[in-house]
């Protein structure tokens, strides 16, 4: 399977943005999907997962704020984001929860496809 979350852009404090993650392949089988942020200088972090059965978790910092939905006959996952405010401007990205895993070089790496940026700003 491969992510490509795209969405993101500028937008002013208090804006909204709707990010999208398409699958290459089937997400159904797939039970915790979520969606990851990396802001400059910050390690990456979880902010919202959903597994297969609707169960939903959000991040503190974006509960309120934020809702991770999925489309399992699309193969699409989405984070509808409001009331945007600066300290949420990061690359965004989707993935499993934990994230999904590829061997490389005699070592299994967590794969992360696309991300999309997203940056709150006047």
């Known amino acids: 399977v491969q992510l490509q979350a795209s969405g993101g852009g500028l937008v002013q404090p208090g804006g909204s943005l709707r990010l999208s993650c398409a699958a290459s392949?089937?997400?159904?089988?797939?039970?915790?999907m979520g969606w990851y942020r990396q802001a400059p200088g910050k390690q990456r972090e979880l902010v919202a997962s959903?597994?297969?059965?609707?169960?939903?978790n959000y991040a503190d910092s974006v509960k309120g704020r934020f809702t991770i939905s999925r489309a399992n006959a699309e193969n699409t996952v989405y984070l509808q984001m409001n009331n945007l405010e600066p300290e949420d401007t990061a690359v965004y990205y989707c993935?499993?929860?934990?994230?999904?895993?590829?061997?490389?070089?005699?070592?299994?790496?967590?794969?992360w496809g696309q991300g999309t940026l997203v940056t709150v700003s006047s």
């Open positions: 392949g089937s997400i159904g089988s797939i039970n915790g």
């Open positions: 993935n499993r929860v934990p994230p999904l895993r590829l061997y490389r070089d005699h070592t299994w790496v967590d794969y």
């Open positions: 959903i597994t297969r059965g609707g169960s939903i």
